[in-house]
C-alpha cells in the first residue's frame, strides 16, 4: 500500500482564491481525519469521517472551509476564499477505526501558503 | 485547547544518551499514543498504551502511563541521530479523534 496520498505537496495562492486539497486515504481503513498544523496551534482537528459521513466538524474554523468524502477512496479540503492566515501545513489521516485503539496513518500533507 | 502538554519542549543530547518525553493530559482516556514526526513529513504511529497499561516496549521506545496522575513518559534508549524529529503524545478519550500534544523536538548529536 502507498500509503494515505496527498495534493498537491505545495500551494502557493492568492488571498481570495479558492484552495482544493485532496486525500486518498488507506484501502479498507473506514475513518478519515483533516488536521493543521502551524507554529502557534499545533495540530488541530478540522474535521474527521466514519464511513465517508462527517462525524464531527467542530474544528472546522468558519463557514470558509467545506469538507467532503465522496466515496471509501477520496476526500477534500476547500478553502473559499482564502486568506493569509490559512497558511499552515494540512494533514490527512486514516485509520481502521475512531475511539477504538487504533493509530493513525498520516499522509505527507499539503503547505499551503497564501499571500 | 491542547489535551496533552508535552515537556520539554525541546531537548538535545549526544548520541548513545537516554531521551525522556513527559506527557499530561486533562480528562480520562482509552488510550495514548505516541507519535514521531521528521522535517517537513507526515507523523508516524510508534506506539499505543492502553488505560489499563502502565508500559509497554517496542524495540527502543519504552512507554508509561500514570493515569492517577494523567501523565506518560516516552523514553528511547540508546539514541542515535536517526531519532532527531518531533514527538508528540495524541490522547484517545473514545468520544472524539485523537487530540495531539504540542510536541517535544528531540536533537540528537552525533
Known amino acids: 500500500d502507498a500509503g494515505v496520498i496527498q495534493s498537491p505537496r505545495h500551494e502557493v495562492t492568492e488571498m481570495g482564491q479558492e484552495v482544493t486539497l485532496r486525500c486518498k486515504p488507506i484501502?479498507?481503513?473506514?475513518?478519515l481525519f483533516w488536521y493543521r498544523q502551524t507554529m502557534m496551534r499545533g495540530l488541530e482537528l478540522l474535521i474527521y469521517f466514519n464511513n465517508n459521513v462527517p462525524i464531527d466538524d467542530s474544528g472546522m474554523p468558519e463557514d470558509r472551509f467545506s469538507a467532503k468524502m465522496p466515496n471509501a477512496s477520496f476526500s477534500t479540503l476547500k478553502i473559499q476564499p482564502s486568506e493569509p492566515r490559512d497558511s499552515a501545513v494540512y494533514f490527512c489521516?486514516?485509520?481502521?477505526?475512531?475511539?477504538?485503539?487504533?493509530?493513525?496513518?498520516f499522509g505527507s500533507g499539503t503547505r499551503l501558503t497564501v499571500v | 485547547s491542547q489535551q496533552g502538554e508535552e515537556d520539554p519542549q525541546a531537548l538535545s543530547i549526544q548520541e548513545g544518551e537516554n531521551a525522556t518525553m513527559n506527557c499530561s493530559y486533562k480528562?480520562?482516556?482509552?488510550?495514548l499514543q505516541w507519535y514521531r514526526q521528521n522535517s517537513g513529513r507526515g507523523l508516524v504511529h510508534l506506539i499505543l498504551?492502553?488505560?489499563?497499561?502502565r508500559e509497554k516496549h517496542s524495540g527502543r521506545l519504552r512507554v508509561t502511563l500514570d493515569t492517577s496522575k494523567k501523565s506518560s513518559s516516552l523514553l528511547i534508549t540508546a539514541s542515535r541521530a536517526a531519532d532527531t524529529a518531533s514527538y508528540f503524545c495524541a490522547t484517545d478519550t473514545g468520544r472524539r479523534a485523537l487530540t495531539f500534544g504540542s510536541g517535544t523536538r528531540l536533537q540528537v548529536q552525533p
Open positions: 489521516a486514516s485509520s481502521l477505526g475512531t475511539g477504538q485503539g487504533y493509530g493513525y496513518t
Open positions: 480528562t480520562s482516556i482509552n488510550n
Open positions: 498504551i492502553r488505560s489499563n497499561e
Open positions: 484501502s479498507g481503513h473506514n475513518s
